[in-house]
């Protein structure tokens, strides 16, 4: 049964708190800031996406220096703070760090990095000042990581900045769509808001690209445009059946718990979660704690090859979700026009695909799993439409860029999902720095 406000207030608030605590006490930060070796030509600096001198920043929190500790941070990650709660960080700086090759435990450098970051935030530290401005105007579409990156980086040379966002609120995937218990819509506002107190910025809300502004608009108005506006569509399953009332897209379901909340969003009893990004990873282990008694996530291929990391299994396991692997959803049955049933495919592995990854090969054997709901994450696509209304030259709707964030139109920049496809978070921080440096270069 479908239904929404299943638990208390104060069960959903258990269910969805910070699933990674902040520390209790400084002497909590120094103990870990202590382990650190401050190795030189430090591996866990080279994996960040956006270079954060994590042995600096460290010793400065040793050193009681937590304001420049917070400056070193920021220097290179603008959403140092977001990042600190949202990166897969045991494939990047923490997974590079020298202890794993002791089979030692990494220095809990996220922890350390929130510890500093949060502080700022909430002190509101002034780390920076503005440089008198240029009398150069860029548009920004897309009030995300990669667009407020940008923004940031703009507008602390001169540069003055109007962002151009959808939504109501900015952020973009922090605010809208990660799991609430790694990241509140609350901290991402004041995320959103520390960022634009250097000045300069100007946000304008509820603004659409093709529907609202248009590129040639902003070409005309403005002396560049950067392009952020990440990716949206959910990748259909192209079966029988998805139309039935119960089946939602991933994007659309963690999206109205963001928005909306935790207790008007529906959910059944028996979930089934196509996919294992982190996205549907978010999707299965929020549905178990809205209320679902059953969530079961199907992923055709195994283990080895799943997009999400082990930590975000392990999250899954513990919140009690079952994974079916080597399955692929192959028909949805319903009964008056809602969803009762989901017919799986199973799979074999085959040859390797472009992704480098075995390819999934169905073997003529199916099963069925009875559910009341099914939710696809099986990714999401380019806004291919919108890019080719533009005449932005593009591979599958991913804008083709050159020397980083170039594109084919002349004084339009793009960076973050819109190119790429979809990455982290810190992936699209730092396209947003590369942006401002290509606009830069152009603009002087």
């Not at 902040?22 to 996406?49: H, I």
């Not at 808001?193 to 509820?206: C, D, F, H, Q």
């Not at 949805?332 to 799979?347: A, I, N, R």
């Amino acid at each position: 049964m479908i239904s929404s406000n299943r638990l208390t207030p104060a069960e959903y608030e258990i269910n969805f708190s910070d699933i990674h605590p902040p520390y209790a006490t400084q002497n909590g930060a120094l103990v870990d800031a202590n382990k650190c070796l401050f190795c030189y030509d430090a591996p866990c600096t080279k994996s960040c996406p956006t270079g954060i001198d994590v042995p600096k920043f460290i010793k400065q929190i040793v050193t009681g220096n937590i304001k420049g500790s917070a400056h070193t941070i920021f220097s290179s990650n603008i959403l140092g703070a977001g990042c600190s709660k949202v990166c897969p960080v045991e494939k990047l700086c923490e997974g590079s760090c020298v202890y794993n090759l002791m089979e030692e435990a990494p220095v809990e450098i996220a922890q350390l990095q929130r510890y500093s970051t949060e502080k700022a935030i909430a002190e509101k530290w002034q780390l920076f000042t503005r440089k008198p401005s240029t009398g150069k105007k860029v548009a920004v579409v897309g009030a995300g990581p990669a667009g407020l990156s940008c923004a940031f980086n703009l507008s602390k040379e001169g540069v003055d900045v109007t962002i151009y966002e959808k939504e109501s609120k900015g952020g973009g995937l922090m605010t809208y769509g990660i799991a609430a218990y790694k990241v509140t819509p609350e901290f991402c506002e004041d995320e959103v808001n520390y960022i634009l107190s250097i000045g300069g910025i100007e946000v304008k809300y509820n603004q659409e690209l093709g529907k609202d502004i248009t590129i040639e608009g902003l070409k005309a108005e403005y002396d560049a445009v950067y392009l952020a506006f990440g990716v949206g569509l959910a990748r259909q399953l192209s079966v029988p059946g998805e139309n039935l009332e119960g089946v939602v897209d991933a994007i659309s379901f963690i999206y109205g718990l963001r928005a909306d909340g935790f207790a008007s969003v529906p959910v059944g009893d028996k979930v089934a979660v196509i996919g294992l990004g982190m996205t549907a990873i978010d999707a299965a282990t929020q549905a178990k704690r809205l209320g679902a008694k059953e969530v079961t996530i199907v992923y055709r291929r195994t283990q080895d090859e799943m997009p999400c990391t082990e930590v975000e299994l392990d999250i899954a396991k513990l919140d009690g979700c079952n994974i079916i692997w080597l399955a692929a959803p192959k028909e949805v049955l319903g009964v008056d026009g809602k969803v009762s049933q989901l017919v799986c495919e199973q799979m074999e592995l085959g040859e390797p695909d472009a992704s480098g990854r075995l390819s999934p090969v169905a073997t003529g054997n199916s099963f069925t799993l009875d559910v009341d709901m099914v939710i696809k994450a099986a990714g999401q696509m380019p806004f291919e439409g919108l890019v080719n209304a533009n005449q932005l030259s593009n591979k599958s709707g991913k804008i083709a860029v050159t020397d980083k964030s170039i594109t084919s139109t002349t004084g339009v920049f793009a960076g973050g999902d819109c190119v790429n496809g979809g990455k982290e978070v810190v992936d699209a921080v730092q396209a947003g720095k590369d942006g401002a440096v290509a606009i830069l270069r152009y603009l002087f």
